[in-house]
């Protein structure tokens, strides 16, 4: 394992913070890195016994550097053996005591134990340690990269934006990246309320510019525009001097984007047309912006069974970017075709899981809905499900993509049952929640005793903590009051977005009080410009298709952003109809907002909603 070195002690990198926190200690060298451990083996050994010579302050730095070059060549063990032989720490001058704390800290890494690095870096001296000396400014950015490794975004800013306006220029560092990656993490709502409660101008200097960029990333020209002004206003900020990669790297995204999109739909099918729309919405609202618009040609793949000819036709007509196909069909088409001459965002998954370069995937999978609704069931504390699905081929994958994926989670599964168009949901509630194992041990005790006046009350099964609910508004309308009805109405139910069909019909929807559902911001949360157009000028659609919709939109805002993804330069884009990120296999995934409907209005849920 390589550690990233800068003179006289360690700087981690991100990455290899990542790797330090999850790998085990390195293995013994093989004899063919005999020669490149050698002078270093000699180096330490000889920092040693100079060490060992003399006594004080020099001997203290002596051991001081050579457990630097033992964390550096990751010997945690002897690195902690030479530690414990320098007495009285507390008693050394102050640079020595925080170099002292560094390295214990990283020793901890080596071996693994993330929570006593924290505990070393968080005790009562390092949070007043001396920043005027480089240990003390590594010790705060080794934290702050440690609270990012823990999610814990926001103690990692607090301690990173400590360091940033006095860090070295002559340091090699990742500082900047690691505190944009913090920032990245935070919604918008959240940075204004920490610029608001903070003093530190290099702090809310750092929240400004991770503002402007997210109020802004539905279009890299006005990111550039909002960035170039926040410089004039913060040009005394360390990110106008030093501005992290993703910013730097932000220009040559947008002058190499592509020119000439072809975008392959079938459009006279209602599905493709509800993509179109949102395409076309927002390449017009680009439009508005800047005349520097990519060229769209549009081509009807409606009836076709095969994809080749059309897609090459886009290209031989200069298309630098595809997007489409919708078909499942003809998306595996073109990915076992192999390498394609330009990128590609197919809006539709393949069945193979193999990466096919300038192959991208984007489009509504049932899989990242269940995802986040098993997160949300977990979180709570749930852990044993009841499913209850339609009795329908098309949902059979998705009732066991939930039930493989709660067990892999570590849940159990303890009833499940499936109802079909012609249900009687009484029947199919009562045998979810075994209330006819009740009723049947009732009519067993009434045989035996002579009284005929006995009550009964029946009692459904205990161990459900939750039910997971496939239906669309109709069928759910029905099920949640006669769950509510046979005595399983504080049984929580979570559900997919079919449960919502985007409209606010209050009195229809208090059927559905209580059940936690995720679906896209476009769905639960609309605002903007872009948002106020469609719904004046576009004709109204059902659920489904307004969720196409807010596809079309990100597939035409993720043009310019593919290569971002693809080389790291973007964790995560706020789209529509989700948090967006991208997986080694160049397939977008969804992160969705949570709702729970409360008195027939679905609202944002957290697991504090009461």
């Known amino acids: 394992m390589r550690l990233i070195k800068t003179k006289p002690l360690l700087c981690f990198s991100w990455v290899t913070l990542v790797s330090l926190v999850s790998c085990n200690t390195a293995p013994p060298p093989s004899e063919d890195m005999q020669s490149q451990i050698e002078p270093t083996t000699a180096l330490i050994d000889d920092l040693l016994r100079k060490a060992d010579l003399n006594s004080g302050r020099l001997a203290v730095d002596l051991r001081l550097q050579a457990i630097a070059e033992l964390v550096d060549a990751g010997f945690p063990k002897r690195a902690e053996t030479e530690m414990n032989k320098i007495e009285n720490l507390e008693g050394l001058l102050n640079e020595s005591q925080l170099r002292a704390t560094l390295l214990k800290a990283k020793i901890a890494l080596l071996n693994n134990q993330t929570e006593l690095a924290l505990t070393i870096l968080t005790d009562s001296f390092a949070g007043s340690m001396n920043t005027e000396a480089l240990a003390g400014l590594e010790i705060l950015l080794l934290l702050g990269q440690l609270y990012l490794t823990e999610n814990k975004p926001e103690l990692a800013i607090e301690n990173l934006a400590k360091i940033t306006e006095l860090w070295p220029p002559n340091v090699t560092t990742t500082l900047y990246e690691d505190i944009w990656s913090a920032l990245s993490l935070i919604n918008e709502k959240r940075l204004s309320e920490i610029a608001r409660d903070t003093a530190s101008y290099e702090l809310r200097g750092w929240i400004e510019l991770a503002r402007i960029s997210k109020i802004n990333q539905n279009s890299i020209r006005s990111q550039l525009d909002s960035i170039t002004q926040w410089r004039r206003i913060w040009a005394q900020h360390s990110a106008a001097r030093r501005p992290p990669k993703t910013l730097t790297k932000l220009q040559e995204t947008w002058s190499n984007r592509p020119k000439h999109i072809a975008l392959i739909l079938p459009i006279r099918q209602p599905t493709g047309n509800a993509i179109q729309e949102g395409f076309l919405s927002a390449y017009y609202q680009e439009l508005n912006i800047s005349r520097e618009v990519p060229q769209i040609s549009v081509y009807d793949s409606t009836e076709i069974d095969e994809i080749h000819d059309v897609y090459n036709q886009a290209v031989d007509h200069g298309a630098d970017l595809v997007i489409g196909p919708l078909n499942k069909d003809l998306v595996n088409q073109l990915q076992e075709s192999g390498k394609l001459p330009v990128n590609t965002l197919a809006l539709n998954y393949t069945d193979k899981e193999s990466v096919s370069e300038n192959f991208f995937q984007f489009g509504l999978a049932p899989e990242d809905e269940i995802l986040e609704i098993i997160n949300l069931a977990w979180k709570a504390g749930h852990r044993n499900a009841a499913i209850l699905t339609p009795d329908e081929l098309d949902y059979k994958k998705i009732e066991r993509f939930f039930l493989q994926s709660w067990i892999n989670k570590g849940g159990k599964v303890v009833s499940s049952e499936n109802f079909n168009s012609t249900s009687d949901y009484s029947q199919v509630v009562r045998n979810l929640i075994a209330i006819g194992s009740s009723e049947s041990r009732a009519e067993k005790l009434l045989n035996l005793l002579p009284r005929r006046d006995m009550e009964f009350t029946p009692r459904r099964r ?127 995934h969804r992160e969705l907002e949570a709702a729970e409907f409360i008195d027939g209005i679905a609202i944002p849920y957290s697991l504090e909603s009461p």
């Open 462 to 588: 205990n161990d459900i903590d939750f039910i997971f609910l496939l239906a669309n508004p109709r069928q759910g309308r029905q099920i949640n009051p006669t769950l509510a009805f046979y005595f399983a109405d504080d049984i929580p139910v979570y559900s997919m977005p079919s449960i919502y069909d985007g409209d606010d019909n209050q009195l229809e929807n208090r059927d559905l009080n209580g059940i936690v559902f995720a679906d896209a911001p476009w769905i639960l949360s609309p605002k903007g410009e872009l948002h106020n157009s469609i719904k004046e000028n576009l004709p109204k659609k059902p659920g489904p298709l307004k969720r196409l919709r807010a596809m079309g939109i990100d597939s035409f805002r993720l043009y310019a952003r593919l290569k971002q993804f693809y080389d790291g330069d973007t964790v995560s884009i706020e789209g529509a109809t989700g948090l967006l990120t991208i997986s080694e296999n160049q397939v977008i």
